[in-house]
C-alpha cells in the first residue's frame, strides 16, 4: 500500500498525467512523439507510487535488539561527540535512502519519547560531513530500560525538502511502527550508548522494521 503522507501527490499526479496523456491522444498526430508524451508521464507516475509505497512489516517485538528506522546503506559506523542532546561520546551508525528507498522511519525500538524537536536548516547533499548539524532536521529521544536513552535523527538532503515526524514528547511509541517519513530521499543518523554492539558495517544495505542493526552487550 501506499503511505498517508503522499495521498494528495499521489493524486495530483494521476490527474496530472491522465490529463496529459488525453491530451497527447487527441493533439499529438506523430505517433512515435504521441507514444513518447504518454510513456514519460505514465513513467512519472511510477516513480511518485513507488517512492510512496508503504510495505507492510511485521518486526517481532524484542527490547534486546535495534532495528533499522528505515531502508538503505549504512554510510557511516564511528565513535563520535553528539553535542546537541547528549553532550557526550556515542556510537553513530547513518544510513542514507536513495529516491529509490522505502521512506518510511520506524520506531528503532520502543520506549518513551523523552525529545522531540525540529530544527528548520540548509539542504546540503545527504552524504556530506555537516549535514546532520546544518541540514533541516528533527531530533528524537527515545528511553527504554535496556538501551537507556538513544537518539534518532532525520535529514534533509538536496532533494528532501520536507520531514514528517511523529513522536511526540512523552508518549509511549512501539518498535517497528510508523515514525514519520521524509519525502524525496535523505539520511537518518542513530547516537547509541558506547556499550551498544553493532551489528551492521558500513556499505550494508538494510530493511527498515525487521533487520536488526545493533543489541545490548
Given at each position: 500500500?501506499?503511505?498517508?503522507?503522499?495521498?494528495?501527490?499521489?493524486?495530483?499526479?494521476?490527474?496530472?498525467?491522465?490529463?496529459?496523456?488525453?491530451?497527447?491522444?487527441?493533439?499529438?498526430?506523430?505517433?512515435?512523439?504521441?507514444?513518447?508524451?504518454?510513456?514519460?508521464v505514465l513513467f512519472l507516475l511510477v516513480l511518485v507510487l513507488q517512492f510512496f509505497r508503504n510495505p507492510k512489516r511485521t518486526t517481532p517485538k524484542n527490547d534486546k535488539p535495534l532495528i533499522a528506522p528505515v531502508d538503505g546503506k549504512v554510510v557511516i559506523v564511528e565513535e563520535v561527540f553528539e553535542k546537541e542532546y547528549f553532550k557526550d561520546k556515542?556510537?553513530?551508525?547513518?544510513?542514507?535512502?536513495?529516491?529509490?528507498?522505502?521512506?518510511?522511519?520506524?520506531?528503532?525500538?520502543?520506549?518513551?519519547?523523552?525529545?522531540?524537536?525540529?530544527?528548520?536548516?540548509?539542504?546540503?547533499?545527504?552524504?556530506?560531513?555537516?549535514?546532520?548539524?546544518?541540514?533541516?532536521?528533527?531530533?528524537?529521544?527515545?528511553?527504554?530500560?535496556?538501551?537507556?536513552?538513544?537518539?534518532?535523527?532525520?535529514?534533509?538532503?538536496?532533494?528532501?525538502?520536507?520531514?514528517?515526524?511523529?513522536?511526540?514528547?512523552?508518549?509511549?511509541?512501539?518498535?517497528?511502527?510508523?515514525?514519520?517519513?521524509?519525502?524525496?530521499?535523505?539520511?537518518?543518523?542513530?547516537?547509541?550508548?558506547?556499550?551498544?554492539?553493532?551489528?551492521?558495517?558500513?556499505?550494508?544495505?538494510?530493511?527498515?522494521?525487521?533487520?536488526?542493526?545493533?543489541?545490548?552487550?
Open positions: 500500500m501506499f503511505h498517508k503522507e503522499g495521498y494528495r501527490i499521489i493524486m495530483n499526479t494521476f490527474v496530472l498525467v491522465a490529463a496529459i496523456a488525453i491530451l497527447a491522444e487527441y493533439k499529438i498526430s506523430v505517433v512515435w512523439l504521441k507514444m513518447l508524451v504518454q510513456i514519460t556515542r556510537l553513530q551508525v547513518s544510513i542514507f535512502m536513495s529516491p529509490l528507498n522505502v521512506h518510511v522511519t520506524r520506531y528503532t525500538m520502543s520506549g518513551v519519547v523523552n525529545f522531540s524537536k525540529y530544527h528548520p536548516g540548509k539542504y546540503l547533499v545527504a552524504w556530506h560531513p555537516k549535514s546532520s548539524e546544518l541540514n533541516e532536521r528533527t531530533t528524537i529521544v527515545l528511553e527504554n530500560e535496556t538501551f537507556g536513552e538513544i537518539l534518532y535523527r532525520q535529514i534533509a538532503g538536496a532533494v528532501a525538502r520536507r520531514i514528517v515526524n511523529y513522536a511526540e514528547e512523552g508518549t509511549q511509541v512501539t518498535q517497528g511502527e510508523d515514525a514519520g517519513f521524509i519525502k524525496f530521499g535523505s539520511r537518518v543518523d542513530l547516537f547509541l550508548p558506547l556499550n551498544t554492539s553493532i551489528d551492521v558495517k558500513v556499505n550494508d544495505v538494510v530493511k527498515g522494521g525487521v533487520q536488526t542493526i545493533a543489541h545490548f552487550s
